[in-house]
């Protein structure tokens, strides 16, 4: 008899530890990532400081342009700087002269959260494309749109009628707005970006497109687009043979003394 509720507590012992071993795996299965769920030992992410306000560059940020330097920026036309017609600094913000020409930045740049404030110009002048038209250009080739778009008020028509796909925050000839997330003339407004460059294969053929994300003064207006190719007018969008993995971010001179303020990067692992 002692011989067999000995071999009983033997038994429930080890079902006990099967039991509890079981508990244990299936509390704390494998990710993804080969850690644990609740794993200590997991590493954890840097530490980064953010800035004073949503706007204001965290300390792993590139500031391109804060008011008073352009030297992370260059002038491409060199013909347009023998004429004397440059990329200035009017009371802390960029803004080209007629004729300019497209300003680049020194560093090159791929996948990347970008933050850049603009204004359209304070003198109301033209319609339609042209009227505070600009462009913030991710490695050179594919447009987010700057434009006045300005809506009196919700409901109302346009207070300047354009083409879907070339207003404020469109990928330009490619993708409206989610919406018109537009303030009036001349107020500042802020774009979000957070944009994965296109990835090639060796053929120079497209074997992941690039994305992008867009918040305009805090409304999300494009959500994790897949850019269809580089920016063209009046032609359909089509990806080029290939290009570098950094590019440098260009900024239009499309005739209007737009202006640019606040800009500044995060570059991101692909």
């Known amino acids: 008899m002692k011989r067999l509720v000995s071999i009983i507590i033997l038994v429930l012992v080890v079902c006990t530890i099967v039991i509890s071993a079981e508990k244990g795996e299936n509390?704390?299965?494998l990710k993804h990532d080969g850690f644990k769920v609740h794993d200590m030992?997991?590493?954890k992410p840097t530490i980064i400081r953010a800035g004073a306000t949503d706007d204001a560059p965290p300390s792993d940020a590139i500031v391109?342009?804060?008011?008073?330097d352009m030297s992370k920026w260059n002038q491409q036309s060199e013909?347009?700087?023998?004429?004397?017609?440059t990329w200035r600094i009017v009371n802390g913000a960029m803004q080209p002269t007629k004729g300019a020409g497209t300003l680049q930045t020194n560093q090159p740049f791929g996948s990347m959260q970008l933050h850049i404030e603009w204004r359209t110009p304070e003198r109301v002048v033209g319609t339609g494309q042209g009227r505070g038209n600009s462009g913030v250009f991710m490695m050179g080739h594919y447009e987010l749109q700057v434009l006045d778009c300005w809506?009196?008020?919700a409901g109302d028509d346009y207070d300047n009628p354009t083409y879907a796909d070339g207003q404020a925050g469109s990928v330009y000839g490619q993708k409206p707005p989610l919406v018109n997330a537009c303030r009036s003339h001349h107020e500042w407004q802020s774009y979000d970006v957070i944009f994965h460059r296109p990835i090639f294969n060796k053929d120079g053929s497209v074997k992941k497109k690039a994305t992008i994300t867009v918040i305009q003064n805090g409304v999300l207006i494009q959500d994790h687009w897949e850019i269809l190719g580089n920016t063209n007018h009046k032609r359909r969008a089509a990806y080029s043979k290939g290009h570098a993995d950094k590019l440098p971010i260009t900024?239009?001179?499309h005739g209007n003394p737009t202006e640019f303020r606040n800009i500044w990067v995060r570059e991101l692992k692909d």
């Open 27 to 29: 509390e704390n299965p």
């Open 41 to 43: 030992d997991q590493p």
């Open 64 to 68: 391109l342009f804060d008011g008073k």
């Open 79 to 85: 013909k347009a700087k023998k004429a004397k017609k």
């Open 151 to 153: 809506q009196k008020k």
């Open 251 to 253: 900024l239009q001179d």
